[in-house]
């Protein structure tokens, strides 16, 4: 049975950091996206991960602030946020797809979702 149990969500000061975990099991050689969803928004693309973790991508306006990246030996990825604006306030999910190469920026390729954890960026 396949999990993804996302971690590390609260409450941050602007201009603090966070760093977010998802903790997989029951899958392998699998890629590893982030997105987010604020209230009465779309969920959209933050970052991804290739399974071996040599190939990332980001969403182009968060590149810089937050970093990807992951520990096999773990099973958990993590999104390292710094520099956080309100702006960055969402329910954050992470979700794995059984691929190699280019790490999938699409939501619909991804088919198995955490629950999300609540990043709130108070100003």
């Known amino acids: 049975q396949v999990q993804l149990v996302e971690s590390g969500g609260g409450l941050v000061q602007a201009g603090g950091s966070l760093r977010l975990s998802c903790a997989a099991s029951?899958?392998?050689?699998?890629?590893v996206g982030w997105f987010r969803q604020a209230p009465g928004q779309e969920r959209e693309f933050v970052a991804a991960?290739?399974?071996?973790?040599?190939?990332?991508a980001y969403e182009d306006s968060l590149q810089g602030r937050f970093t990807i990246s992951r520990e096999n030996a773990k099973n958990t990825t993590y999104l390292q946020m710094n520099s956080m604006i309100p702006e960055d306030t969402a329910v954050y999910y992470c979700?794995?797809?059984?691929?190699?190469?280019?790490?999938?920026?699409?939501?619909?390729?991804?088919?198995?979702w955490g629950q999300g954890t609540q990043v709130t960026v108070d100003s």
């Open positions: 979700a794995a797809r059984v691929a190699s190469g280019v790490p999938a920026r699409t939501r619909g390729l991804y088919n198995n």
């Open positions: 029951g899958l392998k050689y699998y890629q």
């Open positions: 991960i290739s399974r071996g973790g040599g190939n990332t």
